[in-house]
Nanobody, 113 residues
Framework: QVQLVESGGGLVQPGGSLRLSCATS????????MNWYRQAPGKEREFVTA????????YYADSVKGRFTISRDNAKNTLYLQMNTLKPEDTAVYYC??????WGKGTLVTVSS
C-alpha cells in the first residue's frame, strides 16, 4: 500500500523557518521524481518545487526560489522541504507528491504573527 505522510507543519512567525518531511512507503522511492505542492485557503493547488530521482536536479516556483530548498534521502525513502524566510503568503497545506501519481494528505503551515 502506497503511503506518503507529511509532517513538520505548524505555526511560525514571518521570517521564521520550518522543515517539512514526507515519509514514504509502498513504492520504490528512488525511482520517482518528487514534488511539493501547496494549497492556500480559497485557492487552487499550486506547484512549489520538484527534485529528480537522484536529487541532482531541482526546480522551484518563482515565489519560493531562494527561500525554500527541496532534498531527498533515498536510503530513508523520505522527502524534505526546508522553508526559510517564511511569509504570510506561504500559509497553505503542503502536499508531497510522487511522480504526479501518489499524494500525501498534507500538512498545514501557518505563517502569522
Amino acid at each position: 500500500q502506497v503511503q506518503l505522510v507529511e509532517s513538520g507543519g505548524g505555526l511560525v512567525q514571518p521570517g521564521g523557518s520550518l522543515r517539512l518531511s514526507c515519509a514514504t512507503s509502498g513504492f520504490t522511492f528512488s525511482n520517482y521524481g518528487m514534488n511539493w505542492y501547496r494549497q492556500a485557503p480559497g485557492k487552487e493547488r499550486e506547484f512549489v518545487t520538484a527534485i529528480s530521482t537522484g536529487g541532482t536536479t531541482t526546480y522551484y516556483a518563482d515565489s519560493v526560489k531562494g527561500r525554500f530548498t527541496i532534498s531527498r534521502d533515498n536510503a530513508k525513502n523520505t522527502l524534505y522541504l526546508q522553508m526559510n524566510t517564511l511569509k504570510p503568503e506561504d500559509t497553505a497545506v503542503y502536499y508531497c507528491n510522487a511522480g504526479s501519481l501518489y499524494w500525501g494528505k498534507g500538512t498545514l503551515v501557518t505563517v502569522s504573527s
